[in-house]
């Protein structure tokens, strides 16, 4: 059996970059991805713009390799950097262009000598004593199954399937009846009339959601859309059961990122129902298109570009040493054990109606994620990260997205290296050094930094 001292299984936006800093921390490190082709949900199921890489005044809360992807992707055309939100929603947001991204991630993958990579295959089953994960079992698209070892294992799945395959309870989904937010699938457009829409909220702001700048007359300058509430609440052949339209600009020119449709009441992880979603998404994704062009202009002379895959919001919470909790959100709080920081607001997509809804909406404060957040409580060398850490329904709103996710990957990249290398589990590393090396990566833990 192959022996590693990390492995990280999921190649997503948490995976990613797990491996390599993992790799880059000098761990042999193996990433086993389903697919074969990483970035999971950005870029498979085109999401973004990228949030956050800016939290309160605007500093930098996300550093190190996040940040140097974005910076490649800037010196090939592929992203506009930090741009300010029109929405006042989040304190900045990140266009990529999701290949362009893709292209980048996988390159920076294939030049670590400490890291191997498997696509195609995924893990299956997990083989665990006691308080610990012996060996990962896994099956190719090839029906081939393989065992793979390692001292620490990083569950960057986004379904926490090591978690769940070892035997460990999840939550599913909100606490009073374990539903998820809606499921989406994203598409992009083309030869969009930027400047029409830009036209359209200056003369009609009251019918979108906009910063007060732009409420106030100041021209709209990257397109971020949550509105034409007229035409959608009036519309007796809007196909969407939703409110408003929620769009973003992309970077290529007249091109944005369609986040409208909505597939609500099947569950993720039913494979029919995931199925069903997928179907449902692409009936969606037609309606919505053809209404676009014949009822708002700017829309008219606009093609499909791409379609994503189905993109999951919520599927599983881990039930970890410590749970993340509104509270800590809403009052932005510190934690002992800080691995990194998140700042978004409390951003629920209704799992059964039509409303989008904010937890105090404008109050957008730096929160920290504590490392026992990560720690599933019965199992020791087995980290998780991305959307299920172990967080309430309402915080993992706003610990779910994108940016946040790539922060925890790259700790717990660093975590694992370390414990493998001073054969310890997770927990029983030192924090102070533990610290030492993500910022010594470029990471950030400290909300006040
Ligand atoms: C519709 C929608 C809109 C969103 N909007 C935004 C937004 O505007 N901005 C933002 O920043 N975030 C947004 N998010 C949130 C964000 O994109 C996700 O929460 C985040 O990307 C999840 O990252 P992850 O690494 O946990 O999972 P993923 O990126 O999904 O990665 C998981 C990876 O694991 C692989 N995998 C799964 N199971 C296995 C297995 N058993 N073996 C091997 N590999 C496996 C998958 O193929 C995948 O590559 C949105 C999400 C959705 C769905």
């Not at 999921?10 to 921390?25: D, T």
Request: proline share 4%; glycine share 8%; aromatic share 6%.
């Amino acid at each position: 059996m192959k022996t590693y001292d990390v492995i990280v299984v999921g190649g997503g936006s948490a995976g990613v970059i797990a491996a390599l800093s993992s790799a880059r921390s000098g761990a042999k490190t193996l990433l086993v991805e389903s697919k074969t082709t990483f970035g999971g949900t950005n870029t498979n199921a085109l999401v973004g713009p990228l949030v956050p890489f800016l939290g309160e005044s605007k500093t930098p809360i996300v550093g190190g390799i996040p940040q140097e992807i974005i910076d490649d992707l800037i010196a090939i055309g592929g992203s506009k950097g930090h741009v300010d939100d029109p929405i006042d929603f989040a304190y900045s947001l990140t266009p990529v262009d999701f290949k362009a991204m893709q292209i980048i991630q996988a390159n920076k993958l294939y030049a670590e000598s400490n890291l191997e990579i498997v696509t195609g295959t995924s893990v299956t089953a997990v083989e665990r004593e006691g308080a610990r994960i012996q060996a990962i079992q896994t099956l190719n698209e090839f029906g081939t199954a393989t065992r793979y070892r390692a001292s620490v294992i990083i569950d960057a799945s986004g379904d926490a399937d090591v978690t769940r395959l070892s035997g460990e309870a999840v939550n599913i989904g909100r606490e009073s009846d374990h539903k998820s937010q809606p499921m989406t699938m994203c598409f992009n457009v083309g030869n969009v009339d930027l400047e029409r829409v830009r036209d359209d909220v200056a003369k009609n702001p009251d019918n979108f959601a906009v910063s007060d700048a732009i409420r106030n007359g100041e021209r709209m300058n990257y397109v971020a859309i949550s509105g034409y509430f007229d035409e959608v609440r009036s519309s007796k052949t809007f196909p969407i059961q939703r409110d408003r339209l929620l769009f973003f600009e992309g970077v290529q020119e007249g091109e944005v990122g369609m986040n409208t449709t909505r597939i609500m009441n099947l569950s993720s992880l039913n494979p029919e129902e995931l199925q069903q979603a997928t179907i449902e998404g692409h009936q969606q994704v037609l309606a919505l298109f053809k209404w676009l062009k014949a009822e708002i202009p700017a829309f008219k002379d606009a093609y499909i570009k791409d379609v994503g895959d189905i993109g999951v919001r919520e599927s599983t919470h881990i039930v970890g040493r410590k749970q993340l909790n509104e509270y800590d959100v809403l009052s932005g709080a510190k934690q002992d054990k800080s691995i990194a920081v998140g700042c978004y607001p409390i951003d629920i997509h209704s799992p059964d109606s039509s409303i989008m809804e904010f937890l105090e909406e404008n109050i957008v404060r730096n929160f920290e994620i504590d490392l026992d957040m990560c720690l599933p409580q019965n199992v020791d060398n087995l980290i998780v990260v991305g959307r299920p850490i172990s967080a309430t329904h309402a915080a993992h709103a706003a610990s779910r997205v994108s940016v946040t996710c790539m922060a925890l990957g790259q700790s717990a990249g660093i975590i694992a290296a370390l414990a493998a290398s001073q054969a310890l589990n997770p927990h029983e590393l030192d924090y102070a050094l533990i610290k030492q090396h993500i910022v010594a990566m470029g990471g950030i833990v400290d909300r006040d930094q």
